[in-house]
């Protein structure tokens, strides 16, 4: 979600670039935008090397580049990097985690103000979830599988965990064991419900409520399926999630929609609608003016009802997508692997308004701030829009 004004709407590989700043290494982190600065994060081609980048915004240019660390990047699909967890900033330093789940904080002018490498973390298909940062915390889901085990994907285990770390430092804070989960990929989101601040958080199996501040968790829901890749989002009193691959699982593969307020299980007493047509796997939701907006890999739009899951439209974009969409200004802004960005307005029927292609593949979420999109591919950093 983006409070931007004014977006760009129209572009082409020639049309409307402010600038194109190659990207020197790999990863599908998203472009991350604060004042006049935009940092992303790679590794060499081999996950060894880990480094945090700086750019210009308004010129695109590179201002600093930081190797942050060498790693052991273990296991990754081919579909993913050793840098797909998108940093984030606090205006003072910017913090990033890579696919061994070592974590790193870069000062503005690109020196290394700590690295945590204590933790061990193994996933067969390698990390894709994101960190959050919650007051001096940064908050990061480790959703992992056994690594004794070759199926450790659709097995549940006991040893996945939210870790929070001090931000200031990048010393343990708290950790919150998952309990029985499987593996997923999300990044958490914080909330405030009825006054009470709320970290919401999912895996593999289960959605659960935690205490920010001291990990302890408020509720929690049944919520089958393994693979757990699209975030949850929060609106209209309600959290929603989806439960992606229901390997052996056949009550799995829905969108629910679970009501705020309660305490303990609320599996059953909480569920307020559940959906399982053309869901996404992959993208995140967006829930904006009182309707739900999911794009499945194929390229299937659904607009939903918030507070009921009726469906009030559907329609079939060029795909495939592994993005997560973002609104701004009442567009929805959707962005395809092969480049191609469509945006949709957010009424109650289906407005497709503009289609633009940028003739790169793409996986990385867009960015918008101050009049620009800035859009990662898998060579450049692509600065959409005006000055």
Known sequence: MS???????????????????????????????????????????????????????????????????????????????????????????????FSSGSAAAVTYDGKVAWTNRSIKFHVVYGMASSPMQYRDLLIMNFDGTDPRTDDGHTRAWDKSYVLALDKATGKEKWKAMRGMSRVAYTTP??????????????????????NPITGEKIWWATHRGEGLVPSPVSGDGMVFATSAFPT????????????????????????????????????SLVCANHALFQINESGVLTCLKSNTGEVLWRERLRGPFGASPVWADGRIYLLSEKGRTTVVEDGPQSKAVAENDLGEKCCASPAISQGKIFIRSEKHLFAIGGQ
């Open 248 to 283: 052996s699982v056949p009550e799995g593969e829905a969108v629910r929609a679970f009501r705020l307020g309660g305490q303990g299980d609320v599996t059953k007493s909480h569920l307020a609608w559940s959906h399982s047509k053309d869901m996404s796997k992959i993208p």
């Open 189 to 210: 989101i914080a909330i405030d419900s009825r006054g009470t601040p709320q970290l919401i958080t999912c895996a593999g199996d289960v959605v659960q409520g935690l």
């Open 3 to 97: 409070s931007e004004k004014g977006a760009p709407v129209t572009w082409s590989e020639t049309e409307h670039i402010a600038w194109k700043t190659p990207v020197p290494y790999a990863g599908w982190s998203s472009p991350i935008v604060f004042g006049d600065r935009v940092f992303v994060t790679g590794t060499t081609r081999d996950g060894v090397s880990c480094h945090i980048i700086c750019l210009d915004r308004r010129t695109g240019k590179i201002l600093w580049d930081t190797e942050v660390f060498l790693q052991s990047p273990g296991t990754c699909d081919g579909r993913n990097s050793h840098a797909t967890s998108t940093p984030v900033t606090d205006g003072e330093r910017v913090y990033a985690f």
